[in-house]
């Protein structure tokens, strides 16, 4: 287990085992490492894999990749969500953001939502075409709602929309 676990070279940084010593990464954390190393090849990479890293690298994190979205992309409401879509041309994945607002619920109600949409996202996002940029907003009736019923109600919205083209 102590191979597998990074060493502390400074405060800041960690050096990871298998690369040559004069490569130093500057990521903090045990969950970061993990994706790193999944990514490297590396033993002890089966912590994060699948989705977990493709969410971490293919979500909207600036506000102004938000105001893209919401000012020049398509709109569109379902039962539970509201879909922005916006095609962007060059990229070469797919882009994603939820937003929860304080109408939903208390914070542990909003955490609870965003990972319910988190994981529907998880099941269509194969099926998202590259250069799409989409935020999904939870709507007031979302806290009570199952997984599988807030899949069903995102994958209709995307397809009226035209932001989905994989297979049902």
């Known amino acids: 287990m102590a191979g597998l676990l990074p060493r502390k070279l400074f405060s800041n940084s960690l050096f990871l085992p298998g690369l040559p010593r004069g490569k130093l990464c500057f990521y903090r954390g045990l969950k970061v490492y993990l994706e790193l190393t999944a990514r490297l090849g590396l033993p002890g990479s089966n912590g994060v894999k699948g989705f977990a890293s493709t969410w971490l690298r293919f979500r909207l ?30 990229e070469r994945v797919p882009r994603v953001g939820i937003v929860v607002g304080r109408k939903v619920g208390c914070a542990v109600v909003r955490n609870r939502v965003k990972r319910r949409l988190r994981e529907a996202i998880r099941h269509i996002f194969t099926g998202l075409p590259p250069g ?10 979302t806290a009570d709602v199952k997984t599988a019923e807030l899949e069903r109600d995102l994958l209709l919205v995307l397809k009226k929309m035209g932001g989905w083209k994989g297979q049902t």
Request: hydrophobic residues 30%; aromatic residues 12%.
């Open 61 to 90: 994190r600036k506000g102004w990749e938000y105001l893209e979205v919401y000012r020049q992309g398509r709109r569109d409401r379902g039962q539970y969500v509201t879909c922005y879509v916006r095609k962007t041309p060059g």
């Open 132 to 141: 799409t940029a989409v935020i999904v907003s939870a709507l007031e009736g």
